[in-house]
């Protein structure tokens, strides 16, 4: 046999905990993400300069157009939640982006044969992506007071807490169509065609109030649509909106308001579906 | 013929198989394995045994099933028929142990660029969940097998190729894998870059002890290894130690350069029994063993003997006899694992 091997033989390391080693694989995971995140400062100025241009200009633009009741700034009020959505959007999606990218480049491949759970290393990924997309809102956040919103640390903190959630939700559709893509360029094309349509149908730039119906109709299967109804709740429950602008009317069912805490719920269902369906295409061998 | 040499070729390597005779099971053990996609037999029944220590290649042209064997041995892919087990754990009802028996180094790379290379392999020890005591001494100590212990810090996108391939290897024995993976190790690299990994791997064997197992397009880089399986269309067809394999072949060749090719010839015939063929360059004769002939046919023929030239069955030889191709048509083409 070998003349050569003259060392130990080599002990494969001890079995640790299940969990333990779960969490730690998860929690590494999600370090990458914040490792990229923080070494690409440009990337991440570029992408918040979208939003704070679609707030400060298109919104102001916009608000003027608005004879309602109310003062001007009500629609910059109404538009603020939907902005944090959108800074998140890119930064949550790009996660997809780089599991299909991670996928090309082979750095998927020393994950897949790792001994993990396919389904910690997308939670991991995920999270990743949800943290660095709420950062990014977080800053748009930060500037709430330009728009007319007061600064309350209760209300920011609610603010925040829903930002995380949206950004998860977006997260995780990306997820679901970058497990069962294998080419970059056909994972931006696919969520380009898909997002559109779920940004505009969520009530985010004009209110399903003012929708026809069947637009409307549309919006209601939309989780958008009550991440950022759940957000504007909270801005609203500090903002004292006039009274008889459709623009702050909440999501209604049959003619009756959804409850903002439902509609968080909803939105941490449809995560976690979305994340399981994802986890289980992510995890099947050939 | 083919039958036979196939059993010539299989004894040896299976007396040089057996281990110091003690319980530990081997590295790889594969049992009749069979893989299809769809109706199309990529795998047609595997048996191969590996034994623990070996340094083992495998060869075979493109499309031979080389890639699907490998996805399965290392759990990317389940096999539909048969079964894999890796350091005594099945592949398909214990993946998760098989996982950890196993040091991965696949032919394109497989590191994040962005991240530096003790970045790289503190991912690998969080994934593997190595335990944090004594982390960074063994991070050091497997920067240092490959070379790279200045480097450190550096991030993997201002890597050479060869660093890369290097840096790859070292992560793939940071968990103290029982077997090594090696799929192309060197393609891509240039000559001098080749041998340098190969120190290296010469290097681990000797210090880990790690059972290696790679494949191969240079036939020079599986000469050094123990043994050698050969697939083609989805079976195996030759297996053994280099030499066992060469020994198939049977005979070496031996060219002669004399004062008179004629009358040594006929000299050749004559007194050794021999078939010699004449040519203008000179004379070639096969035999079993061109060495022992040499010092005779010096001593033995009345012509002046210019140059002998002795030539053993070469791998090469080995490859176009049981695949009916020449590996180098293949080199270009190497398929990837994704």
Redesign the interface.
């Known amino acids: 046999?070998?003349a050569?091997?003259?060392?130990?033989?080599?002990?494969?390391?001890?079995?640790?905990g299940r969990f333990?080693?779960e969490w730690?694989?998860g929690?590494?995971v999600w370090r990458?993400e914040m490792?990229?995140f923080l070494?690409n400062r440009t990337g991440m100025a570029v992408s918040l300069l979208q939003p704070l241009l679609f707030l400060y200009i298109l919104g102001i633009g916009l608000s003027r157009m608005f004879s309602g009741p109310g003062s001007s700034s009500d629609y910059m009020v109404f538009l603020f939640p939907g902005v944090l959505v959108m800074a998140a959007q890119a930064p949550a999606i790009s996660v997809g982006a780089s599991i299909v990218w991670d996928?090309e480049?082979?750095?998927?491949?020393?994950?897949?044969?790792?001994?993990?759970r396919r389904s910690t290393l997308l939670v991991g990924k995920c999270l990743g992506g949800a943290t660095v997309a709420a950062c990014q809102g977080g800053v748009v956040l930060a500037s709430a007071g330009l728009t007319g919103i007061p600064y309350r640390l209760g209300m920011f903190a609610e603010l925040l807490a829903e930002l995380v959630l949206a950004s998860l939700a977006m997260t995780v559709m990306g997820a679901v169509v970058a497990v069962r893509t294998r080419r970059v360029r056909t994972f931006h094309t696919v969520l380009t065609v898909l997002t559109a349509p779920l940004v505009f149908l969520s009530g985010l730039m004009f209110p399903v109030s003012a929708m026809p119906a069947w637009m409307a109709a549309v919006t209601v299967v939309n989780p958008l649509t009550y991440a950022v109804d759940a957000m504007r709740r909270s801005v609203l429950s500090h903002y004292d909106a006039p009274a008889g602008s459709r623009l702050f009317d909440p999501v209604r069912w049959g003619g009756h308001a959804v409850p903002p805490l439902l509609s968080v719920a909803l939105v941490a269902a449809f995560c976690a579906v979305v994340v399981a369906a994802a986890s289980r295409a992510f995890s099947r061998?050939? | 013929m083919f039958g036979a040499g196939q059993r010539a070729a299989r004894r040896p390597a299976a007396a040089g198989a057996a281990p110091a005779a003690h319980a530990d099971p081997p590295a790889v053990r594969m049992r009749g394995v069979v893989k299809s996609y769809g109706g199309r037999e990529a795998v047609r029944g595997i048996d191969l045994t590996v034994a623990q220590g070996e340094t083992f290649a495998f060869l075979g042209p493109n499309g031979a099933g080389k890639t699907t064997t490998i996805r399965m041995l290392c759990t990317l892919a389940a096999p539909s028929a048969g079964s894999i087990e890796i350091a005594g754990h099945d592949t398909r009802t214990a993946p998760r142990q098989v996982r950890r028996s196993l040091g991965l180094v696949f032919q394109e790379t497989t590191l994040d660029p962005e991240l530096t290379a003790e970045e790289n392999l503190r991912f690998h020890a969080d994934l593997y969940a190595l335990p944090a005591a004594g982390l960074g001494g063994r991070i050091d100590a497997m920067l240092g097998l490959v070379g790279l212990r200045e480097r450190r810090n550096s991030l993997v996108r201002t890597f050479s190729g060869g660093m890369q391939r290097r840096l790859e290897i070292a992560r793939g024995l940071m968990h103290r894998p029982r077997l090594l993976f090696l799929d192309e190790p060197t393609i891509g690299l240039d000559p001098q870059t080749r041998a340098q990994v190969w120190t290296h791997l010469a290097e681990i064997r000797r210090r880990e002890g790690t059972t290696v197992f790679l494949t191969t397009h240079y036939l020079d880089e599986a000469e050094q290894c123990d043994r050698i399986a050969i697939i083609d269309e989805g079976r195996i067809v030759a297996e053994g130690s280099p030499d066992a394999l060469k020994a198939v072949i049977g005979s070496d060749r031996v060219q002669l350069r004399t004062d008179d090719d004629e009358a040594a010839a006929a000299l050749l015939r004559a007194r050794f029994g021999l078939e010699p063929a004449v040519a203008d360059d000179g004379i070639t004769v096969r035999v079993a063993d061109g060495a022992r002939l040499v010092p005779a046919v010096c001593a033995g023929l009345d012509v002046a003997v210019y140059e002998v030239v002795v030539s053993r069955p070469s791998l090469d030889d080995v490859f176009l006899h049981f695949t009916g191709r020449d590996i180098r048509d293949d080199r270009t083409g190497a398929g990837g694992l994704s």
Do not use: Q
């Open positions: 046999m070998t050569t091997s003259v060392g130990p033989a080599p002990s494969a390391a001890p079995e640790p333990a080693a730690r694989a929690v590494m990458r490792i990229h070494r996928r480049s082979g750095f998927l491949r020393e994950m897949l044969v790792a001994p993990v061998t050939e």
